[in-house]
């Protein structure tokens, strides 16, 4: 596709239950990042995958949350037994490899996520 | 480590006038900030970015944002405002150590017509 896809675009479950994320990154981008966005709280860093090399996971806010890319396009956020303040917009980002350190990060549309 | 501020949040200003979206940041070492923009119920769109070189930097959609070294700002300006400008912007540096990108909490614009 031409852009970033996203889905589901919205997503409410239940306290307790896991819930899949998926990121189709803009072909040929070997950078691709999960943000957080929450109500008065700005973007929050999760997750950095850049090709082959081992993911930076220091955003991930507990042991709840993993993220994996297969074949270095796909990514899924995974999150076991949500809670209530999980709900948030989760934004997958993407970028050419030589376009990271310029900062020009290519966004999807985002997952809502509600958790009731 | 690195941070951006944006003191505002929210900006009113009436089509036709010049607008003004403040950020300032905290880096060690040369900062590389951006400016992105997000539309209602779209993703984050990059607007423009200061890397080296001029402190004005001009951007899409007719924004500028000039860097200012001794107030450590980056603030975003556009001569005239247009309804269609009414979104979401956020401030963002990146961090040299990891490659993040650090975003600001975002200032909400709207424009008056």
């Known amino acids: 596709g031409a852009g970033v896809s996203q889905s589901p675009s919205n997503k409410v479950t239940e306290k307790g239950k896991d819930v899949e994320l998926r990121c189709d990154p803009i072909?040929?981008?070997?950078?691709l990042y999960w943000y957080r966005q929450s109500l008065g709280q700005g973007l929050e860093f999760l997750i950095y995958?850049?090709?082959?090399?081992?993911?930076?996971k220091s955003g991930l806010p507990s042991d709840r949350f993993s993220a994996e890319r297969t074949g270095g396009s796909v990514s899924t956020l995974t999150i076991q037994r949500t809670q209530q303040e999980d709900s948030a917009v989760y934004l997958c980002a993407s970028s050419l490899a030589g376009r990271v350190n310029t900062g020009e990060l290519f966004f999807g549309e985002g997952s809502r996520l509600t958790v009731l | 480590a690195q941070s951006v501020a944006q003191p505002e949040d929210q900006v009113n200003v009436a089509e036709g006038n010049p607008l003004t979206v403040k950020c300032t940041y905290s880096v060690s070492g040369n900062p590389y900030l951006f400016w992105y923009v997000q539309y209602p119920n779209r993703g984050l769109q990059f607007l423009l970015k200061?890397?080296?070189?001029?402190?004005l930097v001009k951007g899409s959609y007719g924004f500028e944002a000039e860097f200012n070294k001794s107030q450590t700002s980056f603030h975003l300006k556009k001569p005239s405002a247009l309804v269609s400008d009414s979104a979401l912007y956020f401030c963002?540096?990146?961090?040299?150590?990891?490659?993040?990108?650090?975003f600001g909490t975002g200032t909400l614009l709207a424009v008056q017509p």
């Open positions: 200061y890397i080296t070189g001029d402190n």
């Open positions: 963002a540096v990146r961090d040299v150590s990891t490659n993040k990108l650090i």
């Open positions: 995958f850049q090709g082959n090399s081992a993911p930076d």
């Open positions: 072909s040929g981008h070997t950078a």
